[in-house]
C-alpha cells in the first residue's frame, strides 16, 4: 500500500474492539432464539427440552451467585452435547468474561466456533472478532473475515460494518474500495453511525464510487446528529475549510464544541484553535487554554507541543 493509501486509511473509523466487547456482554443475557423445526416429532421434542434447559440456564445467569452460575453452567453443557447453539453460545460467554470459571479467550472461540457452525449470527460475529483481535494468539484476518461474512448474510448490521473497513484496509481479504462502499452502505442503511461516516469520507474522496459532496455531508449530518463525535468532527472541518459549502465557522464552532464535550480529543484542539482565533465565536484566551489542556492531557501532540511553546501556561 503506497504513502497516499495509507494517509486516506487513516481517516477512516476502525472500532472493532470496542464493538465486540460491548456486543458479547450484551448477548450473554438475550432471550433464547426460536428455531424452526421440520423433523420428526421426536426431534422437536428434544430441540424443545434443549431449548429448555438454555432458558432456565439464563434465568440463573441473570440470577447471579455461585450455586446458580454453576447450575447455569450444567445445563448450559447438556444441552451443548445435544449441538445447541444457543447453549453453546452462552457458555462461549461465560468462559470470556469469566462468569464462575477462569476467563479465556481459547475456550470461549473453542465454544463460539461450535455455535457459529451451527449458524448462530453472534457467534460468528464474537469468533470473527476474536480472530481478528489475536485473543487466543492466533490472530487470523482471513477466517475473521470468513465468520463476519456469514453473520453479514444474516444481516447483522456491525458484521457488515467490519466487513467494510477489512475491505477498505485490505485485511484479510484483497482490498477493494467499491465492496467496502457496498457493505458500509448495507450498515448505514440501518443507521450505524460509523458506517455513514465511513461511507461519506469515501463520498467526499470519490473512493469506490464517483465523487459527491452532498451526500457526504448528508451521512455526516445523520450521524453527528445523534451525537456521533467523530462526525461532528468531520463536518466541522468542512465547514471551516469550506470544503464544498461555504465556509461558516459558527457551524464549525458548535460542532468542535459538541465533540469536545463528548471527550474528543482532536476536537477539543480544534476548539482551541476556534477560541484561539476567535472564528465564529468571540476570542477567548481562557477558553483557548483550557481546551489545549484537555486535549493535552489525553496524549495530542500538537497541544502538548502548543503548551510547551508558549511556556507551560
Keep these: ?32 432464539i ?8 421426536l426431534r422437536q421434542k428434544l430441540e424443545a427440552a434443549s431449548d429448555a434447559k438454555v432458558a432456565r440456564g439464563l434465568t440463573l445467569l441473570k440470577m447471579g451467585g455461585g450455586n446458580n452460575l454453576s447450575m447455569a453452567y ?47 449470527v ?10 481478528l483481535d489475536g485473543a487466543t494468539g492466533m490472530r487470523n ?3 475473521a473475515a ?12 456491525i458484521s457488515e460494518y467490519n466487513l467494510g473497513v477489512m475491505y477498505l484496509g485490505g485485511r484479510g481479504v484483497i482490498q477493494d474500495y467499491s465492496t467496502a462502499a457496498s457493505y458500509f452502505r448495507r450498515a448505514a442503511g440501518k443507521g450505524y453511525p460509523p458506517a455513514q461516516h465511513n461511507l461519506a469520507l469515501m463520498y467526499m474522496d470519490g473512493d469506490g464510487m464517483p465523487r459527491d459532496p452532498v451526500n457526504a455531508i448528508k451521512l455526516l449530518s445523520l ?8 462526525s461532528m468532527f468531520a463536518l466541522g472541518k468542512i465547514y471551516m475549510d469550506g470544503k464544498s459549502v461555504p465556509v461558516d465557522y459558527k457551524k464549525a464552532a458548535k460542532l468542535f464544541l459538541e465533540g469536545a464535550q463528548k471527550g474528543h480529543v482532536p476536537s477539543q484542539s480544534m476548539l482551541a484553535v476556534i477560541y484561539g482565533k476567535g472564528l465564529g465565536v468571540e476570542k477567548d484566551m481562557e477558553r483557548m487554554m483550557y481546551w489545549l489542556r484537555q486535549a493535552a492531557a489525553s496524549g495530542d501532540l500538537n497541544a502538548i507541543n502548543t503548551l510547551r511553546v508558549m511556556g507551560g501556561r
Design 34 to 41: 426460536s428455531k424452526n423445526s421440520n423433523g420428526s416429532e
Design 1 to 32: 500500500m503506497d504513502v497516499e493509501s495509507k494517509s486516506k486509511l487513516a481517516r477512516f473509523v476502525f472500532s472493532f474492539l470496542l464493538i465486540a466487547t460491548t456486543a458479547c456482554a450484551s448477548s450473554a443475557i438475550s432471550e433464547v
Design 223 to 230: 450521524a453527528a446528529s445523534v451525537g456521533y463525535p467523530n
Design 146 to 157: 470468513k465468520w463476519f461474512s456469514e453473520a453479514a448474510q444474516n444481516g447483522h448490521t
Design 74 to 120: 450444567r445445563l448450559f453443557e447438556e444441552a451443548a452435547k445435544e449441538s445447541n447453539p444457543d447453549a453453546e453460545f452462552n457458555l462461549g460467554i461465560i468462559h470470556m468474561t469469566g462468569q464462575g470459571v477462569p476467563k479465556s479467550d481459547k475456550t470461549a472461540a473453542e465454544y463460539f466456533l461450535r455455535a457459529a457452525k451451527n449458524g448462530h
Design 122 to 131: 453472534i457467534a460468528q460475529f464474537n469468533l470473527a472478532q476474536i480472530l
Design 141 to 143: 484476518y482471513t477466517e
